[in-house]
T-cell receptor, first 113, second 115 residues
Framework: DQQVKQNSPSLSVQEGRISILNCDYTNSMFDYFLWYKKYPAEGPTFLISISSIKDKNEDGRFTVFLNKSAKHLSLHIVPSQPGDSAVYFCAASPNFGNEKLTFGTGTRLTIIP | DVKVTQSSRYLVKRTGEKVFLECVQDMDHENMFWYRQDPGLGLRLIYFSYDVKMKEKGDIPEGYSVSREKKERFSLILESASTNQTSMYLC??????????????FGEGSWLTVV
């Protein structure tokens, strides 16, 4: 049972445009959400996070939006750059500080120059 | 910077062999994890450890065991490798507590092929 779902396995976006990656979850106990980025043959690296007490968190070109009633979050990258081409995983945990994360299936983002 | 080192990047093993995947972290983190990554399935938690000699099953522990004799080292053991264990294995570590949030640091991964 996939509790964190990324329904788009891949996404292609023109350089300079906005990339929007989506993530849905089913477990209402999830309270803290993160995005990780992964290049081929490397481990994932932390990108940005959001707690359920907020609906938006920004860090430079990256913004995460959380719609708790819809159990949906999204990652916006603007403007998209070639170095953003990677696989993006969303992850969730029941509370801030919980040791276990549940990951989604990933979305491969390709930025077209 | 946190460094999580997986000693073997690429391994090829035969069905039935016992396989050890080793992981070392240098930041004195209490928690260590083993995930596997498969296309279309994302990252799935195999086992994790919150302290020396302590372990807890993740979502897919069958066919695996772990060992944590020292704080910095977490080993994943495939008692009898099978072809469906061909995958990329990722080790990770994290400090306990709210100060670090939920940021998990990953190693570079170990590609295991079982033939």
């Amino acid at each position: 049972d996939q509790q964190v779902k990324q329904n788009s396995p891949s996404l292609s976006v023109q350089e300079g445009r906005i990339s929007i990656l989506n993530c849905d979850y089913t477990n209402s106990m999830f309270d803290y959400f993160l995005w990780y980025k992964k290049y081929p043959a490397e481990g994932p690296t932390f990108l940005i996070s959001i707690s359920s007490i907020k609906d938006k968190n920004e860090d430079g070109r990256f913004t995460v939006f959380l719609n708790k009633s819809a159990k949906h979050l999204s990652l916006h990258i603007v403007p998209s750059q070639p170095g953003d081409s990677a696989v993006y995983f969303c992850a969730a945990s029941p509370n801030f500080g919980n040791e276990k994360l549940t990951f989604g299936t990933g979305t491969r983002l390709t930025i077209i120059p | 910077d946190v460094k999580v080192t997986q000693s073997s990047r690429y391994l090829v093993k035969r069905t039935g062999e016992k396989v050890f995947l080793e992981c070392v972290q240098d930041m004195d983190h209490e928690n260590m994890f083993w995930y596997r990554q498969d296309p279309g399935l994302g990252l799935r938690l195999i086992y994790f450890s919150y302290d020396v000699k302590m372990k807890e099953k993740g979502d897919i522990p069958e066919g695996y065991s772990v060992s944590r004799e020292k704080k910095e080292r977490f080993s994943l053991i495939l008692e009898s490798a099978s072809t469906n264990q061909t995958s990329m294995y990722l080790c990770a570590s994290k400090r306990t507590g709210l100060a670090s949030g939920n940021t998990i640091y990953f190693g570079e991964g170990s590609w295991l092929t079982v033939v």
